[in-house]
């Protein structure tokens, strides 16, 4: 399996503009999940899915946030308009119910908004 | 806040040393977890100890769980320079497979 993909993986763009990531879960697995990584914060979660339902969107910061699962290979992460407050390393993981929890990381995307 | 504190935030040992890192948390959890983070990496998962257990082994890594103070424990036999990354511990306080991350524990192993 290739492993939970993520894309791009760097981007840079100009404060204002929408920004959309996206991910690929591994094949099988229903649950996914959208982490933000700072060095101040952490790694903070953002929002998760279940067979493509969104269940948690509590740490979404606000409304230029929004993230769709339109099925079960593909997620988007989108901000609009970007803030130059969301730099940061973008991580989508997914997991499998009854399977340890264990959560599977992708690459990450780093964002810099200017 | 975070449901997880790790200490320490930093630790710096020599090859061959044995590292250990601490986690404590707040509520209640099914599992903690622990994952390791290379730099420039996503997270990979180490080790799960259930709620019940106290104690787990993983090759060179042994887990401890005391949840009576709501803490956890990772240690690291015999590092090697590879094992250089930060730590962290993770839980998992019930439904939806959603983990709870802490603040981590950047471990450096020097030759």
């Known amino acids: 399996d290739a492993g939970v993909i993520q894309s791009p993986r760097h981007e840079v763009t100009e404060m204002g503009q929408e920004v959309t990531l996206r991910c690929k879960p591994i094949?099988?697995?229903?649950?996914l999940f959208w982490y933000r990584q700072t060095m101040m914060r952490g790694l903070e979660l953002l929002i998760y899915?279940?067979?493509?339902?969104?269940?948690?969107d509590s740490g979404m910061p606000e409304d230029r946030f929004s993230a769709k699962m339109p099925n079960a290979s593909f997620s988007t992460l989108k901000i609009q308009p970007s803030e130059p407050r969301d730099s940061a390393v973008y991580f989508c993981?997914?997991?499998?119910?009854?399977?340890?929890?264990?959560?599977?990381f992708g690459p990450g995307t780093r964002l810099t908004v200017t | 806040s975070q449901q997880g504190e790790e200490d320490p935030q930093a630790l710096s040992i020599q090859e061959g040393e044995n590292a250990t890192m601490n986690c404590s948390y707040k509520?209640?959890?099914?599992?903690l977890q622990w994952y390791r983070q290379n730099s420039g990496r996503g997270l990979v998962h180490l080790i799960l100890?259930?709620?019940?257990?106290r104690e787990k082994h993983s090759g060179r890594l042994r887990v401890t769980l005391d949840t009576s103070k709501k803490s956890s424990s990772l240690l690291i036999t015999a590092s090697r320079a590879a094992d250089t990354a930060s730590y962290f511990c993770a839980t998992d306080t019930g439904g939806g497979n959603k983990l709870t991350f802490g603040t981590g524990t950047q471990l450096k192993v020097e030759l």
């Open positions: 509520t209640s959890i099914n599992n």
């Open positions: 993981a997914s997991s499998q119910a009854g399977r340890s929890y264990e959560q599977y």
């Open positions: 899915f279940n067979n493509n339902v969104p269940i948690d």
């Open positions: 100890i259930r709620s019940n257990e």
């Open positions: 094949s099988g697995h229903d649950y």
